[in-house]
């Protein structure tokens, strides 16, 4: 009797060291260079947030949490990723509610332009370190097939041959404050934002704006405040007449973001018509043509925060 439960309690502890072991593994090998505001999401201490902010790249280059704390006392948190699809923003929205009860979530909208679900392999960015609540179930049946789930649950099959790429930064941690914010420190030289009128208008892809209503609709049913707003930003390639095509496309879809909101008595600010009063220094505020650098990202934070653009 006494061997049959030596030999159980040598397969517990062989069994817990495997584990622990790929926990630690599957941590390690994550790319990690544009991760972890999931992770660092679950090690925030407040109970409660002020703002939740959700989105994508646009969002984290554009609002710096760490100075909404330190200057005007907001207790908020940067649930914004890379490649964050309106679908995906939506279920952040079920997150940061269902975890943290914010007052406000705020919402950055330059992907209601874009037409798809997720972004194949960015999608790692939202997921990987998602914690285990109903919105990420949900989530996770919505948006990923069956037969790819195991990746997102245990992603180590993903990224198991990372392990020659590694380097100091993968065993120190992720590149995102306490609060999620994010810094770029390079600077790009950018022109001028062409921007089309306010009544020019072309409707979001529809079932971006499914998601949209649903993410207006789950802020009304939990009463906690929607607020959401377009930054500005240049075509990816300025200057050229493709890439002026589809920065005008985008902001006339950013338009009708605003009829809709209106349909709802949602706040929107739609920062590309208020340029001039933001200040923005083309030769300064950059890192590329699309996002802030930590100037510009200060800028636009002190600009929203003091115009009440944030809810406080």
């Known amino acids: 009797m006494g061997k049959k439960i030596g030999i ?13 072991c790929l926990l630690a593994a599957n941590k390690v090998l994550r790319n990690k260079e544009y991760e972890g505001c999931q992770d660092m999401f679950v090690k925030w201490k407040p109970a409660h947030a002020d703002i939740v902010f959700i989105g994508n790249s646009h969002q984290f280059c554009t609002i710096d ?16 990723s890379s490649a964050q699809t309106v679908p995906m923003s939506y279920y952040a929205a079920m997150e940061a509610i269902e975890l943290r009860q914010p007052d406000v979530i705020c919402f950055e909208v330059s992907y209601c332009a874009n037409d798809f679900m997720t972004v194949e392999g960015m999608d790692h960015c ?40 590694l380097t100091e930064a993968d ?17 790009y030289v950018n022109q001028d934002i062409p921007v089309v009128g306010e009544d020019e208008i072309y409707p979001m892809p529809g079932e971006m704006e499914r998601y949209l209503r649903m993410m207006i609709e789950l802020c009304e049913e939990e009463n906690v405040k929607l607020i959401l707003y377009a930054a500005p930003f240049n075509g990816m390639y300025p200057g050229e007449e493709g890439s002026i095509q589809d920065l005008g496309m985008r902001q006339r879809i950013f338009n009708h973001v605003g009829i809709v909101a209106e349909e709802y008595g949602v706040e929107y600010h739609n920062l590309f018509y208020e340029l001039d009063e933001i200040g923005i220094d083309n030769e300064t505020d950059w890192a590329d043509s699309q996002h802030f650098n930590a100037l510009g990202q200060a800028k636009l934070t002190k600009y929203m925060a003091e115009h009440g653009y944030l809810g406080y």
């Open 8 to 20: 159980l309690i040598k397969f517990i502890i062989f069994n817990a060291i495997l584990v622990i």
């Open 171 to 187: 065993y120190s941690g992720f590149p995102v404050s306490s609060r999620g914010a994010y810094h770029l420190y390079n600077v």
């Open 126 to 165: 939202f997921f990987d370190g998602f914690p285990r609540c109903e919105a990420r179930k949900e989530a996770l049946e919505d948006l990923i097939d069956p037969e790819d789930r195991i990746y997102y649950i245990l992603n180590l099959g993903l990224f198991h041959s990372r392990w020659k790429d």
């Open 65 to 80: 949490t760490d100075l909404l704390y330190s200057d005007y006392g907001i207790e908020s948190y940067m649930l914004a």
